[in-house]
């Protein structure tokens, strides 16, 4: 589909079908069948999957440096991977977090993760104020997070206004958060990316 200068737009033509579709980069859907059968046996190994998708979707040019990914937090398998495609998919929503777990919920056939299991939610940097609101209706049960949010805002990206209490936001309503676990190996994603010269928003 050809995406029409805006300035040509007319509101009120019928145009072409609107339609909503995120997918995996093809890089992504196929790292993501070949660890489908693979157990991640803690957290180090879940989140260092996920910040080397981070710096691969960079390496990629399909998007920011942002990564996230569902598992299983009782087998340890992969659900749903998730990539920042923001300026790809030219969609402001298509942050790693909405991805991930969007592609969970479909995976599964429901809107809410906790009616299917126990799943846990690990991001490569702590989630922005959009992505903080998706969480509590997600249905998971945790969150781990790389990078901190001051992180991400240190190399010019907008987080949101997200209130300073949001650990204990998420923790009220019974989801667990990790903070800071490989904040280096994140961070560092981060300043990659802002020193090669990706687009900040």
Excluded at 12 to 33: H, I, K, V
Excluded at 135 to 140: F, K, M, Q
Aim: proline share 4%; glycine share 10%.
């Amino acid at each position: 589909m050809s995406i029409p200068d805006p300035s040509n737009v007319d509101p009120n033509s019928s145009g072409e079908r609107l339609e909503f579709c995120l997918a995996l980069p093809d890089w992504l859907e196929q790292l993501r069948l070949g660890v489908a059968d693979r157990r991640f046996d803690d957290d180090e190994a879940r989140m260092g999957w996920v910040v080397d998708l981070a710096r691969r979707n960079v390496a990629e040019g399909t998007g920011g440096p942002f990564a996230a990914a569902v598992f299983d937090g009782q087998s340890g398998f992969l659900v749903a991977p998730g990539v920042n495609l923001v300026v790809t998919a030219r969609a402001s929503i298509a942050h790693a977090e909405v991805v991930a777990l969007t592609l969970a919920q479909r995976r599964l056939v429901t809107h809410d993760l906790g009616s299917a299991g126990s799943f846990e939610l690990f991001t490569s940097t702590e989630p922005c104020a959009m992505c903080l609101g998706s969480i509590p209706w997600s249905g998971v049960k945790r969150v781990v997070c790389a990078a901190a949010g001051e992180d991400a805002e240190s190399i010019g990206f907008d987080e949101g206004a997200k209130p300073t209490d949001w650990v204990a936001s998420l923790e009220n309503r019974g989801i667990r958060v990790v903070r800071e676990l490989l904040r280096e190996q994140g961070r560092a994603v981060l300043s990659d990316y802002a020193a090669s010269g990706g687009i900040i928003y």
